[in-house]
C-alpha cells in the first residue's frame, strides 16, 4: 500500500496551475491513503493474531495442564472428587473458566469441608459444572459475542444453566444465574481438547445453603 501511494507522488505532475490545487490534493491523497491503509493494517493485524492464536496448543490435554499447573490444584482436587477430570481427558472441545487456588481460597474451610464431604458429592458437581461450557470459546469469541449481543452474551454451561459474559472495562466478567460474578485473569491457554480461562472467584449456586463466601 505505502510503495503505490509513493507510485502516485512521484507521477504528480508539477505543472498543476498552483500550489494551492498540489497543497488540497496531497492532503486529500494522504488523508485517504493513511484511511485505507489503517483500515486494511488494523483488519490483516487482526485476522493474522486470532490466526496465530487458534494455532497455538499444546498436546496436553485440559486436565493434563491442571495436573501440571501448581495454581490449579484445589480445582483439580475438586474435579478428581466428582470424576468431571475424566470429562475434561476425552477428545472434544471444552472451554474451562478456571478458579485459581487464590480463588477456592475465598471459600471459607467451613464450606470446603461440607463440599468435599462425599454425601454433597451432586453438590460440589454442580458448582463446578458452572465453570464448563461443551465448545471452544476463545476471548475474541467471547467478545464477538459480546458485540453481536450489544454488550452481553450468554453461554449454556453443562450444568444446564447460563452463564453471561459482560465488559467491565478491560476485563471480561462472567455471571451465574445467581448473581455471582468472576472475572478473567488470564485467558487462552489452548489445550488438545479446548482452552481454559482462569478467573478469580468459583461460582456457586447462592440458592445452595452449603457455600458460604468468607
Known amino acids: 500500500m505505502k510503495s503505490n501511494s509513493l507510485s502516485i507522488l512521484r507521477t504528480f505532475s508539477p505543472k498543476e496551475p498552483t500550489i494551492m490545487k498540489i497543497w488540497t490534493f496531497l492532503v486529500s491523497l494522504c488523508a485517504l491513503f493513511i ?36 495454581n490449579y490444584s484445589s480445582l483439580l482436587n475438586a474435579l478428581r472428587a466428582t470424576n468431571l477430570d475424566k470429562i475434561l481427558d476425552y477428545t472434544g472441545e471444552f472451554t474451562v473458566f478456571a ?42 469469541k467471547i467478545l464477538k459475542a459480546m458485540c453481536r449481543g450489544n454488550g452481553i452474551a450468554k453461554f449454556t454451561t453443562i450444568q444446564g444453566e447460563k452463564i453471561t459474559a459482560t465488559l467491565k ?4 466478567v462472567l ?36 457455600v458460604n463466601v468468607k
Open 169 to 172: 472495562g478491560i476485563d471480561i
Open 99 to 140: 478458579p485459581s487456588n487464590l480463588a477456592f481460597e475465598k471459600l471459607s474451610k467451613n464450606t470446603i469441608d461440607r463440599l468435599y464431604d462425599p454425601k454433597n458429592k451432586k453438590v460440589l458437581k454442580d458448582m463446578l459444572s458452572f465453570h464448563i461450557i461443551a465448545d471452544k470459546l476463545s476471548a475474541s
Open 35 to 70: 484511511g485505507v491503509e489503517t483500515n486494511a493494517q488494523d483488519n490483516v493485524i487482526n485476522i493474522e493474531f486470532e490466526q496465530f492464536i487458534s494455532t497455538i496448543q499444546t498436546e496436553k490435554s485440559i486436565l493434563e495442564r491442571a495436573e501440571s499447573y501448581a
Open 175 to 210: 455471571s451465574d444465574t445467581f448473581g455471582n460474578s468472576a472475572v478473567i485473569t488470564t485467558a487462552d491457554f489452548n489445550q488438545s481438547n479446548g482452552i481454559i480461562h482462569e478467573v478469580d472467584t468459583v461460582l456457586v449456586p447462592e440458592k445452595n445453603a452449603l
